[in-house]
T-cell receptor, first 113, second 114 residues
């Protein structure tokens, strides 16, 4: 089975712009979670989608949003980018509940200038 | 809510020496515990997990971790490290509830010295 894929792998944006990141989970997996990874804060949970419904949400401002499609692919969007949004964004998929085991993609490195 | 503490942000160790990476968690309910590894410029990979049963769990590359409920710990150990073990290691916890999520520690960077 192919692993979790994320596109694009690298992205450079300027402050105030918006960005959309994409994640394709492992075939058959219904749960997709998103994380932000930075050197100072480590891995922070953004949200989890299961069967197109948001099941859990972390403590991020409303500029961060996501959705999941019927084929389980997921996108996350960040509007009005700030310098502090520069990070590695990781997507993880699970066959069922995210709390049991997750399989991670390689991440999208976002740089905000 | 649960939380995870990795006391050491960096651990230097000589090649072929033993290593222990410490992880403590806090939760009022039963937990699942995980160790993930992140090699440079890659995503996270599951190293080992404790879901239930034997409190000692092992990975295929020589790491092991022991779930200690009384000390709320899940320390990762390897008797002899190799240069290829250089990576960042993340301890994670989730509770055995339907809608819970995995919470990660801040990570421990393992430096293997020649």
């Amino acid at each position: 089975k192919a692993g979790v894929t994320q596109t694009p792998r690298y992205l450079i944006k300027t402050r105030g712009q918006q960005v959309t990141l994409s994640c394709s989970p492992i075939s058959g997996h219904r749960s997709v979670s998103w994380y932000q990874q930075t050197p100072g804060q480590g891995l922070q949970f953004l949200f989890e989608y299961f069967s197109e419904t948001q099941r859990n949400k972390g403590n991020f401002p409303g500029r961060f949003s996501g959705r999941q499609f019927s084929n389980s692919r997921s996108e996350m969007n960040v509007s009005t980018l700030e310098l502090g949004d520069s990070a590695l964004y990781l997507c993880a998929s699970s066959p069922g509940l995210a709390g049991v085991q997750q399989f991670f993609g390689p991440g999208t490195r976002l740089t905000v200038l | 809510a649960q939380s995870v503490t990795q006391l050491d942000s960096q651990v230097p160790v000589f090649e072929e020496a033993p290593v222990e990476l410490r992880c403590n968690y806090s939760s009022s309910v039963s937990v699942y515990l995980f160790w993930y590894v992140q090699y440079p410029n890659q995503g996270l990979q599951l190293l080992l997990k404790y879901l239930s049963g034997s409190t000692l769990v092992e990975s295929i590359n020589g790491f092991e971790a022991e779930f200690n409920k009384s000390q709320t710990s899940f320390h990762l150990r390897k008797p002899s490290v190799h240069i290829s073990d250089t990576a960042e290691y993340f301890c994670a916890v989730s509770t055995k509830t339907r809608d819970d999520k995995i919470i990660f520690g801040k990570g421990t960077r393992l430096h293997i010295l020649p």
